[in-house]
């Protein structure tokens, strides 16, 4: 996987790290070739040699000039509890890397494994996370963990809502990674959602049209990618000049998990679903699931978060044929649903449209990553 290009990205990430959190602004440079890429839980390295196979990396160690990459979310947490420390400090690697280039370049957008450095681990510090996840490790085992030990546990680390997210969800934590994802929120680099075409919009997981309502837009507008994206930006910008500490939260529309509170819940958690047993899950908001069919009509999203075999079970469709690395999409019309790999055909207004980037980095080959590629340059 290792090429000139990638050795020469990997010491432009090193230096970036060693410089500590900061942030290019923009420098308004049209690119001609944009593109999306699927959560980045791997290690960077592979991430690299993903850009490199599609001609994306240039000599100098940075993105080629002409590229716009937009990254869907989630750039921590991979791996076995071996390679957590390795986890930790490649991640790093990326978002330093990352939020190193032009803020229009390389468009960071938030996921729930980055928030939830600031939400459930806001508090924790290096030496009480590594305590607790020793604790952790030894009472998760996963649908067979015992529940009393895990009360016990949760009454010394109410901030989080189970053991599996300290075992295994949120695994490979550091104090650092709250530090880089603390500046780039208040930097305004972390975004919810990127515009990037009048009806196309990429975000971590998607928004429903409840979730449309409740940051104030009318239904005439909720085709409109560029509106949609400013009014979810603007919430995240006033909720993060209003947050001085603890748990960051963004009312209606995501609430980081606890012991009190249950899992984390809202619009970087939620996932599409028509299994009869979620049916609770849909009806809240904020969710961790919603009714695709209630999707915003026009629209197109691009969204991360969800794998092909996940998508499947969720949709209660036959998980035979599940595959790593392709682009998937859904489309309805509000009654009838279709889910399918590839990219979507032609659509009509009254549709909605979700594009799936999420193709298993770590255990996709490389040569079989999909990424998406909007159409047209920046105007």
Do not use: C
Not at 49 to 54: N, T
Request: no cysteine; glycine share 10%; aromatic share 8%.
């Amino acid at each position: 996987m290792s090429t000139p290009l990638v050795q020469s990205a990997l010491a432009r990430a090193a230096e970036a790290v060693r410089r500590g959190p900061h942030s290019m602004p923009p420098d308004g440079r049209r690119r001609t070739r944009r593109l999306v890429i699927g959560d980045p839980q791997a290690d960077f390295t592979r991430f690299l040699a993903i850009l490199d196979r599609h001609g994306l990396l240039g000599p100098d160690g940075w993105l080629r000039p002409e590229v716009q990459l937009i990254s869907v979310g989630d750039h921590f947490d991979w791996g076995k509890p071996a390679e957590r420390e390795e986890a930790a400090t490649s991640a790093l690697r990326l978002v330093a890397w990352m939020a190193a280039h032009p803020a229009d370049q390389a468009v960071l957008l938030l996921g729930n494994h980055d928030l939830g450095r600031v939400g459930e681990l806001a508090t924790f510090t290096d030496a009480r996370f590594a305590a607790a996840q020793v604790e952790a490790d030894g009472i998760y085992r996963g649908d067979d963990t015992d529940e009393a030990r895990e009360r016990d546990f949760l009454t010394r680390y109410p901030e989080v809502p189970n053991v599996e997210l300290v075992a295994r969800d949120f695994g490979n934590f550091r104090e650092e990674q709250r530090d880089w994802v603390a500046y780039l929120l208040r930097a305004g680099r972390f975004r919810v959602a990127h515009a990037a075409a009048e009806h196309l919009l990429v975000l971590h997981a998607g928004v429903t049209r409840e979730d449309l309502r409740v940051v104030g837009l009318p239904e005439a507008q909720w085709s409109h990618a560029p509106t949609v994206a400013d009014a979810l930006q603007r919430t995240l910008a006033t909720a993060v000049a209003q947050w001085k500490e603890g748990p960051f939260s963004l009312a209606g529309l995501h609430q980081p998990g606890s012991a009190a509170y249950g899992e984390g819940r809202g619009i970087f958690y939620h996932r599409p679903s028509l299994r009869p047993e979620d049916a609770a899950h849909r009806a809240a908001t904020p969710r961790r699931r919603f009714d695709p069919h209630r999707l915003p009509p026009g629209l197109t999203q691009v969204v991360g978060h969800t794998r092909d075999k996940r998508s499947r079970e969720l949709l209660s469709l036959p998980r035979e044929g599940a595959r790593d690395g392709v682009l998937r999409h859904l489309v309805t019309d509000g009654t009838s649903l279709h889910y399918s790999l590839g990219t979507p055909p032609p659509t009509g207004p009254g549709e909605a449209v979700l594009v799936f980037t999420d193709g298993g980095m770590r255990e996709s080959p490389v040569e079989a990553y999909e990424l998406y590629e909007i159409q047209g340059g920046q105007e």
